[in-house]
């Protein structure tokens, strides 16, 4: 059964969680590189990602998002990233990001953002990896790692939710990701 969230505003999870209905499912970690149309980004899945396209609101703008994610192995990766068209935007859109997961998990407040290092993208403030724990539906434990960075105005997150996550699948999906690739 795939996690399932209700879709808040700018909360990318849900959209992670939308996506599924559309993935292709792999029994185990098939890695494939993936450079997603208007992303100006390379990263490896370990399985084929598919989703929508949709009009959602993001630190107090709409956006059109692109959510590709698929499942393997337990897992769900997805990837979201949208153009917020305002380089003023991209700090409060960041944080939006992360902040909307912990908050669709129910994680609690967000943490302190660890350093991610994505070739290509700009250094920011408001970027950063996080390890999320929170509940289901259902009352089970989910895990989340993600990682939210930016180049220009294209905003980025990039995240491996599941009952358990894998450290080495989510060190290769965040590690392989190059912004201008």
């Known amino acids: 059964m795939h996690p399932t969230f209700p879709i808040r505003a700018g909360v990318v999870a849900g959209g992670i969680a939308?996506?599924?209905?559309l993935s292709a499912c792999a029994p185990t970690l098939n890695w494939r590189d993936v450079r997603p149309e208007g992303a100006d980004l390379f990263v490896l899945f370990p399985c084929k990602p598919s989703g929508p396209t949709r009009s959602v609101p993001l630190a107090g703008a709409p956006v059109q998002m692109t959510v590709l994610a698929c499942e393997a192995d337990g897992m769900t990766f997805g990837l979201s990233y949208a153009d917020v068209?305002?380089?003023?935007?991209?700090?409060a859109a960041?944080?939006?990001?992360?902040?909307?997961?912990s908050a669709n998990l129910g994680a609690g407040p967000l943490p302190v953002a660890r350093?991610?290092?994505?070739?290509?993208?700009?250094?920011?403030?408001?970027?950063g990896r996080y390890e999320l724990t929170g509940r289901q539906p259902?009352?089970?434990?989910?895990?989340?790692?993600?990682g939210v960075f930016a180049r220009g105005t294209l905003v980025y997150q990039a995240t491996v939710l599941g009952n358990r996550v894998a450290p080495e699948a989510v060190e290769t999906f965040l590690g392989s990701l190059k912004v201008g690739a």
């Open 18 to 21: 939308a996506a599924l209905g």
């Open 85 to 91: 068209g305002d380089a003023a935007r991209v700090g």
């Open 94 to 101: 960041l944080q939006a990001l992360a902040a909307g997961t």
């Open 115 to 127: 350093a991610l290092s994505v070739p290509g993208a700009a250094s920011s403030a408001q970027g």
């Open 138 to 146: 259902d009352g089970q434990a989910i895990q989340a790692r993600l």
